[in-house]
């Protein structure tokens, strides 16, 4: 079957700017995670979801930074107001929830904040 | 605060020999921990995970060892192979996060070379 898709590939934005990314988990998984990678850096957790129950938003660095998921499936991080140092790799996996079970990741979205 | 370590940002071997990846970690709450592969503009792919009951754990040429009491696990390929040059990244999860996100190393660039 298909595995996680995001949308877009790449995302080039003007500081100030709000951008929403987009990801399409394995369908029937119900665990859904953002990560992002920092150039340099590696993947840093930024927000969990499971099922219907209150998302981890642990990992949001700033009140700029939400997510939602509709539906229990796709899942949109918004960022408002970008700042050139949110540009990064943006990541989404899911898995099927139970704990120690696999991740699986998307190709990612590489946003870059002039 | 970095909870998990990959201290050496690269790796080069020569084709057939074995690479040694190494990963140190803080947090005594880690009880799962998994290596992740990734090529360039592409997401991270699972490669080999270990629970903290266990001090080993082999899968083809990839095996991974674990050392609780020094908090370190290594990740040994042998033979490597020149398409496993790639980043890989270490990472591990604790089952008292109830979200299993994954805190990652920052990264090992393995060059394998024919």
């Known amino acids: 079957g298909a595995g996680v898709s995001q949308s877009p590939s790449n995302k080039v934005t003007e500081k100030g700017k709000d951008v929403e990314l987009r990801c399409d988990p394995i369908?029937?998984?119900?665990?859904l995670y953002w990560y992002r990678q920092s150039l340099g850096q590696g993947l840093e957790f930024l927000i969990y979801f499971q099922g219907n129950s209150a998302p981890d938003k642990s990992g949001l660095p700033s009140d700029r930074f939400s997510a939602e998921r509709t539906g229990g499936s796709v899942s949109t991080l918004t960022i408002q107001r970008t700042q050139q140092e949110d540009s990064a790799v943006y990541l989404c996996?899911?898995?099927?929830?139970?704990?120690?079970?696999?991740?699986?990741f998307g190709p990612g979205t590489r946003l870059l904040v002039l | 605060d970095q909870q998990v370590k990959q201290n050496s940002p690269s790796l080069s071997v020569q084709e057939g020999r074995i690479s040694i990846l190494n990963c140190d970690y803080t947090n005594s709450m880690f009880d799962y921990f998994l290596w992740y592969k990734k090529y360039p503009a592409e997401g991270p792919t699972f490669l080999i995970s270990i629970s903290s009951i266990k001090d080993k754990n082999e899968d083809g040429r990839f095996t991974v060892f674990l050392n609780k009491s020094a908090k370190h696990l290594s990740l040994h390929i042998v033979p490597s192979q020149p398409g496993d040059s790639a980043v890989y990244f270490c990472?591990?999860?604790?089952?008292?996060?109830?979200?299993?996100?994954?805190?990652f190393g920052q990264g090992t660039t393995l060059q394998v070379k024919p």
């Open positions: 990472a591990a999860s604790a089952l008292s996060s109830n979200t299993g996100k994954l805190i």
């Open positions: 369908s029937g998984h119900t665990a």
């Open positions: 996996a899911s898995s099927t929830g139970a704990y120690q079970e696999t991740q699986y």
